[in-house]
């Protein structure tokens, strides 16, 4: 089975920097649009008057929404009903599931990441992975919330799923038991008095969590916390104002970021020592994780850190996720998502298409699918209708250097007799280890 590569984002996986309803260009509504809206309604009368069956005017007005959002880029969207109620459970909620970030692609269910230490993570999907069938029944071209209700369900029960995976010939089953799904925005442990530090989303109250997490591996260590990884693999974003918080706990000086949109009045700068002051890890060298799963928020990080010399990114490229979304509120049970703004790094960076190049490129050589699936890889430049970098930057051409590093050798099966599992994570706590002065990078 073959899926064209055009990715429609749904809600649960858009990596998005959701923003106060609030901007200058609301109430400018042009006053020419008036035919436009003459031949929209006469379309309505003629569906109503003349389709085969009664149309219910809620089905009309709402796919009129959803068509015109759709039609201006991936990330702008009509949420309504179990849409929206995705988008709570996301930033609030705890559910009985798999815990697993899905969107649709072409009629398939496409994982794009797995939360970490989530039943499906351990059961072995993976992002990219498209799932097909759900206990033997198919689900291709079936209707997403549908299939997202059918995977939840009672903890401690057993689903099945029919799994294609880029770069494997026959499809897989694997089968997953549901477990109670706490998101939990921030994990961290101390690895070789190293301080890992996972941000698996944006929600609420990131920055304070990094914050306190700092101080608790510095006691776990006694004093001697050789440095710090912020891990931010497959992290497809969140709240901008906690990627700012979040850069800041790093920064004591200069921008963070900033957002421009297409009225000046709302281009705004966010610059360091607004939230924190200072800087927690106190000048510890401090390595940023990102693979093509970091996106928009963690874009935000990864370039602050980067362009400011505070950290070494290192990895894969990201994403490449520039733009901001707001979301308006409708009532109580609609809302629209709408990108009111592009971002730009400190050095006035668009990474937009591109996404941050890391410093040290590191494939994850202790994943035997990796190589395979990197071929089939989504990227923000992938998606119709995606804004285009304004300084015309080819994606593919990022990807044309394609010697082999001597460094990067390892098979996953050496690496695994090793009782190496996650090799990039390793190789950065490594780094660290050997004293290398991450973050001084000029």
Known sequence: ??????????????????LPATTA??????????????????VYQLVKAQYVEPVEDDKLVDGAITGMLAALDPHSDYLTGASLDRLNNMIDGNYSGLGLSVGMEDGAVKVIAPMKGSPAAEAGVKAGDYITHLDGKLIYGGDLDDAVSQMRGEAGTKIR??????????????????????????????????????????????????????????????????GIIL?????????????????????????????????AEDNEFYKAESVFPGDAAKG????????SGSASASEIVAGALQDQH????????????????????????????????????????????????????VPQLSDPDAAKRAKFSIRESDLRRHLVNEVGIDDKKLETDN????????????????????????????????????????
């Open 403 to 442: 010697q082999p590093d001597p460094r990067f050798k390892a098979t996953p099966e050496e690496l695994k007799a090793k009782g190496i599992e996650d090799y990039q994570l390793w190789y950065a706590i490594q780094t660290l280890n050997r004293g290398v002065p991450a973050g001084k990078k000029k």
């Open 1 to 18: 089975m073959k899926f064209a590569p055009v990715f429609r984002s749904a809600l649960l996986v858009s990596a998005v920097a959701l």
């Open 231 to 263: 891990d931010l693999r497959q992290n497809p974003g969140g709240s901008l104002d906690e990627a700012v918080a979040l850069s800041d706990l790093f920064l004591t000086k200069g921008d963070i970021v900033s957002q421009r949109g297409r009225n």
């Open 161 to 226: 799923l029919t799994i294609v995976r880029p770069g494997r010939d026959e499809p897989l089953d694997i089968t997953v038991t549901r477990g109670v799904i706490t998101l939990e925005p921030v994990t961290y442990e101390l690895k070789d008095n190293v301080g890992v530090i996972s941000v698996n989303e944006f929600g609420a109250n990131v920055g304070n969590d990094v914050n306190k997490a700092i101080a608790d591996l510095k006691k776990q260590s006694g004093g001697k916390l050789s």
């Open 310 to 361: 505070r950290a070494l990114i290192m990895g894969e490229r990201s994403f490449g996720k520039g733009s901001v979304q707001s979301l308006f509120q409708l009532d109580r049970k609609h809302a629209v998502k709408i990108t009111t703004a592009r971002y730009y790094t400190p050095s006035g960076r668009s990474v937009q298409e591109g996404g941050i190049e890391p410093d040290i490129r």
């Open 284 to 291: 510890l060298p401090v390595i940023v994780l990102i693979d």
């Open 25 to 42: 260009g609301l109430a400018a509504v042009d006053g020419r649009a008036g035919p436009q809206f003459g031949r929209l309604l006469t």
